[in-house]
T-cell receptor, first 116, second 118 residues
Framework: AQSVAQPEDQVNVAEGNPLTVKCTYSVSGNPYLFWYVQYPNRGLQFLLKYITGDNLVKGSYGFEAEFNKSQTSFHLKKPSALVSDSALYFCAVRAPMDTGRRALTFGSGTRLQVQP | GAVVSQHPSWVICKSGTSVKIECRSLDFQATTMFWYRQFPKQSLMLMATSNEGSKATYEQGVEKDKFLINHASLTLSTLTVTSAHPEDSSFYIC??????????????FGPGTRLTVL
């Protein structure tokens, strides 16, 4: 079974500083990895995904994530945080195509708080 | 971009009544839609996979007779919470992937429906 771990319940960072939100995963085979952001009482918004290719993936709103196969990690990063980035961030994994399972497995979420 | 809507956005009902939540893909067709449930300050938990024209696939521990799913068309899936009880109060979120694409395409999520059962 696949799983995702987000070890930090909350990350605090000052505006303008770089931010990192951690994610590690466990899945058989090559994973499909995703990051989503959720604002209060809203659904999830897609940020970025890793399927194959370059380990550094660039996404929406200046976010990027680095896929590290040896460490089974997919940490979300941004060089300079904005107050408006404050939200709940979810890492998710989808099993490889040959499993036939298309649903996502989500991590527990990390609340990002960016202080002015 | 691909948009998924949910209706209603919030609903309050009395215990014992049934509530229907609609999930629509507005500008694409979706053979498969997914229903998730999110408790306060917790992650999304997959409830079931909704397949157009066939029975839904439920996750372990999810009562199929309580959470009825119908995927009557390529743009609409409905979740009916039957005989709702206060413990069913939650945030229900659907998602959809465009038909005819590989599994690498991201899922598009609806805005969610907050159900409160009194």
């Amino acid at each position: 079974a696949q799983s995702v771990a987000q070890p930090e319940d909350q990350v605090n960072v000052a505006e303008g500083n770089p931010l990192t939100v951690k994610c590690t995963y466990s899945v058989s085979g090559n994973p499909y990895l995703f990051w989503y952001v959720q604002y209060p009482n809203r659904g999830l918004q897609f940020l970025l995904k890793y399927i194959t290719g370059d380990n550094l993936v660039k996404g929406s709103y200046g976010f990027e994530a680095e896929f590290n196969k040896s460490q089974t990690s997919f940490h979300l990063k941004k060089p300079s945080a904005l107050v408006s980035d404050s939200a709940l961030y979810f890492c998710a994994v989808r099993a490889p195509m040959d499993t036939g399972r298309r649903a996502l497995t989500f991590g527990s979420g990390t609340r990002l708080q960016v202080q002015p | 971009g691909a948009v998924v809507s949910q209706h209603p956005s919030w609903v309050i009902c009395k215990s014992g009544t049934s509530v229907k939540i609609e999930c629509r893909s507005l500008d694409f067709q979706a053979t498969t839609m997914f229903w998730y449930r999110q408790f306060p300050k917790q992650s999304l938990m997959l409830m079931a996979t909704s397949n157009e024209g066939s029975k839904a696939t439920y996750e372990q521990g999810v009562e199929k007779d309580k959470f009825l799913i119908n995927h009557a068309s390529l743009t609409l899936s409905t979740l009916t919470v039957t005989s709702a009880h206060p413990e069913d109060s939650s945030f229900y979120i659907c998602s959809a992937s465009p038909s005819g694409t590989s599994g690498s395409k991201e899922q598009f999520f609806g805005p969610g429906t907050r159900l409160t059962v009194l």
